[in-house]
């Protein structure tokens, strides 16, 4: 039984999750995989029943990046819906409330990652420029860590 914070709700889920802003040289290191190349993902992950939203982010951090980061401060609070698109979820709509921690700036580190998403596949770190021409998620990063602000933000997105 997975301790993830993914709960049933009539025909979909709730998901609880946090991702990691993670900022070296004006750059973002996101993540992604090659079921779905043209789009990259926060590093992150869901909660963990008994974990607190911190635990969690240094711990999915750690897994995804094998670097212990420490948090700077909470940055954004994300109510999303949206559909599933994994063999578990499949057009199934997922109610999903992320809270994104900005962390304290790395060392360098080489970009390796050993994580897999739910469905099997291998996950890749990658530096981006903010106005990369590459989809990535969640989208307000484009226009909110151009200029970040010390006040926590909320963001609602429905796909509906």
């Not at 999915?60 to 212990?68: A, I, L, M």
């Amino acid at each position: 039984m997975s301790k993830d914070m993914t709960v049933p709700c009539e025909n979909g889920f709730l998901n609880l999750r946090v991702g990691a802003i993670i900022m070296k040289n004006n750059q973002l290191l996101m993540i992604g995989n090659k079921k779905r190349p043209e789009y990259l993902y926060s590093v992150g992950g869901r909660i963990q029943f008994g974990e607190t939203a911190k635990e969690t982010v240094i711990r999915e951090v750690y897994e995804e990046t094998g670097v212990y980061m420490e948090i700077d401060r909470l940055g954004f609070v994300h109510e999303n819906y949206f559909y599933g698109d994994t063999a578990t979820n499949m057009g199934k709509l997922i109610y999903e409330i992320s809270f994104y921690f900005y962390m304290k700036e790395p060392d360098d580190f080489p970009l390796t990652c050993k994580s897999i998403t739910e469905d099997g596949q291998e996950e890749y770190l990658r530096w981006i420029d903010l106005d990369t021409p590459v989809r990535y998620y969640p989208e307000f990063f484009r226009t909110e860590l151009i200029r970040p602000e010390k006040e926590v933000k909320y963001f609602v997105t429905d796909e509906r």
